[in-house]
């Protein structure tokens, strides 16, 4: 029994996804414009045009806010499939990892919420 066959699919499965990154980043370079006018030199803003400079500050609560976000979308993410197979998972090994899993997210959580995150300043 060979496993030529199995590899000649990964192999396959493996050109077609390097061409297909190739013919998607060197494609631009062949239909863009060539031209460097004012216009492509401008930064651009979703059509309107630049006020004031891209260099200003943002409070760093905003970046700590997505990250609680990203805290809480990962959760409902992984937790939501589990539950749906709950039944077919083994039942106590498959409690113990889920209480592992939303005890650790639940930790940044609660360190957000101690540090006075949540609350808009």
Do not use: H
């Not at 499965?13 to 216009?39: A, E, M």
């Not at 401008?42 to 760093?60: H, N």
């Not at 498959?94 to 360190?111: D, E, N, P, R, W």
């Amino acid at each position: 029994m060979s496993l030529l066959p199995d590899y000649a699919y990964v192999l396959g499965f493996l050109l077609i996804g390097i061409g297909f990154v190739l013919v998607n980043y060197l494609l631009p370079f062949l239909i863009s414009p060539k031209s460097l006018g004012d216009r492509r030199r401008s930064t651009y803003e979703s059509g309107e045009v630049p006020i004031g400079s891209a260099w200003i500050q943002f409070d760093i609560s905003y970046y700590l806010f997505a990250l609680i976000f990203i805290a809480f979308d990962v959760e409902v993410a992984f937790l939501f499939p589990t539950l749906v197979v709950f039944r077919e998972m083994a039942g106590l090994d498959a409690l113990v990892k889920m209480t592992i899993f939303l005890g650790i997210l639940s930790f940044a959580i609660l360190y957000a919420w101690k540090k006075d995150l949540f609350a808009w300043k």
